[in-house]
């Protein structure tokens, strides 16, 4: 994986434009692209297609189309794409559909300008960011989805593809919910290479992203595991 050139690209979507606008003014002043913003879900869709953002920071209670339909169609549409929802809601509902419609992270609106910068950064480098106390919420949520025989993958038979050790440990870490930060000081090696054998591993089981991936890990007990 090459090191990024230039800014983090950000769009950021609220139905607020003193709320939108603050915040929008706190990433550009922090160094950050803001390349549109959007007040409602409709607009936020075909402007997020137009001005291709790496991270959207993302209200869900937006007129015209819910911030979780927002989330679905542009997750759906570009895998590659970070949502980090900004919610006023702490409502374990509201972010298990977030995080099931395909959103990477969620802060409330509670949290300070430097917690959603550092939101912002650690969502663009693929970090699961999750304000205290809904971390083990969605992890556990991703064991009651690993528990129902449907959702198991095609991708455990004989012919699954083989892991290298050294990705299976970092698998297993992430099925921890530990994050690249912490699995990099946890194995001594640089947060650039957990990145890079998350993305070989991802490549490897044909899944798009860390939520899929996690969940593989869980249907495989890899978070049971003992390095």
Same mark, same amino acid.
């Given at each position: 994986?090459?090191?990024r050139?230039?800014p983090i690209?950000?769009m950021?979507?609220?139905?607020?434009?003193?709320?939108?606008?603050?915040v929008?003014?706190?990433?550009?002043e922090?160094?950050?692209d803001v390349?549109?913003?959007a007040?409602? @879900?409709? $607009?936020?869709?075909?402007r997020?297609r137009? %001005?291709? #953002?790496?991270?959207? &920071? *993302?209200? /869900?209670?937006?007129?015209?189309?819910? @911030?979780? $339909?927002?989330?679905k169609e542009l997750v759906? %549409?570009? #895998?590659?794409?970070? &949502? *980090?929802? /900004?919610?006023?809601?702490?409502?374990h509902?509201?972010v298990l559909?977030a995080?099931?419609s395909?959103a990477?992270?969620y802060?409330v609106?509670?949290?300070?300008t430097a917690?959603l910068?550092?939101?912002?950064?650690?969502?663009?480098?693929?970090d699961?960011?999750?304000?205290?106390?809904?971390?083990?919420?969605?992890?556990?949520?991703?064991?009651?989805?690993?528990?129902?025989?449907a959702?198991?993958?095609?991708?455990g038979g004989?012919d699954?593809?083989?892991?290298t050790?050294?990705e299976?440990?970092?698998?297993?870490?992430v099925?921890k919910g530990l994050?690249y930060?912490?699995i990099?000081?946890?194995?001594?090696i640089?947060h650039?290479?957990?990145?890079n054998?998350v993305q070989?591993?991802?490549?490897?089981?044909?899944?798009?992203?860390?939520?899929e991936?996690?969940?593989?890990?869980?249907e495989?007990?890899?978070?049971?595991e003992?390095?």
């Amino acid at each position: 994986m090459s090191e990024r050139q230039g800014p983090i690209k950000v769009m950021v979507v609220d139905d607020h434009p003193m709320w939108r606008d603050a915040v929008a003014r706190d990433l550009a002043e922090s160094g950050f692209d803001v390349v549109a913003t959007a007040g409602d @879900g409709e $607009q936020a869709v075909r402007r997020a297609r137009a %001005a291709g #953002p790496e991270v959207l &920071v *993302l209200d /869900l209670n937006l007129p015209q189309k819910p @911030g979780v $339909q927002v989330c679905k169609e542009l997750v759906g %549409a570009d #895998p590659a794409l970070r &949502v *980090l929802v /900004l919610s006023a809601s702490g409502e374990h509902a509201d972010v298990l559909e977030a995080v099931k419609s395909g959103a990477t992270g969620y802060l409330v609106k509670s949290a300070s300008t430097a917690e959603l910068l550092d939101a912002v950064r650690r969502t663009a480098a693929g970090d699961p960011v999750f304000t205290p106390g809904l971390a083990g919420l969605v992890l556990g949520e991703y064991r009651r989805l690993a528990a129902e025989p449907a959702a198991a993958p095609d991708t455990g038979g004989p012919d699954a593809p083989r892991l290298t050790d050294r990705e299976t440990e970092v698998l297993r870490l992430v099925a921890k919910g530990l994050s690249y930060k912490q699995i990099a000081e946890r194995l001594v090696i640089s947060h650039r290479t957990v990145q890079n054998h998350v993305q070989n591993t991802l490549g490897k089981l044909q899944l798009h992203n860390r939520v899929e991936l996690v969940r593989y890990a869980i249907e495989r007990g890899l978070d049971d595991e003992r390095p």
